[in-house]
């Protein structure tokens, strides 16, 4: 059983690269990278790999329409070209991005730290990619 633990830490960039290299399906790894590139919020997430066109490629940004948004404000995402480019020829290519409840997500990214000898997997959740957090 997972302890619980009173905050969440976000992921260093060394860990980043650590995690995604344990990750074997390239889906969840892409989903893992969109997390990581985007800083969205977990539902926004979830709510983008069911509305794929929310991302503009020519623009190389995100735009998530105001009623899907914990704020109400419409909010736009700016990518890098790179990942952009990622992106676009990973959905483009018949795949999708794939979310699970954010439970499922934590044990995995817990798992992936674990196998990728990250400190303190134990404190890492769902909002361990999140850059919006709010206290």
Do not use: C
């Not at 196998?115 to 303190?120: K, Q, R, S, W, Y």
């Amino acid at each position: 059983m997972v302890k619980k633990t009173e905050f969440y830490r976000l992921l260093k960039p060394s860990e980043v690269f650590e995690i995604e290299a344990v990750i074997k399906n390239s889906d969840l790894r892409m989903s893992f990278k969109t997390a990581v590139f985007t800083g969205k919020r977990y539902k926004e997430l979830k709510l983008f790999a069911e509305h794929p066109e929310w991302f503009h490629y020519n623009r190389k940004i995100m735009v998530i329409p105001r009623h899907y948004t914990k704020t109400k404000d419409e909010r736009k995402v700016n990518l890098t070209p790179q990942f952009s480019e990622l992106l676009y020829y990973f959905l483009h290519g018949g795949h999708r991005l794939k979310y699970s409840v954010y439970q499922s997500w934590s044990a995995n990214l817990r798992r992936w730290a674990a196998l990728a000898g990250v400190e303190h997997p134990e404190d890492l959740s769902f909002m361990s990619t999140d850059l919006l957090q709010e206290n």
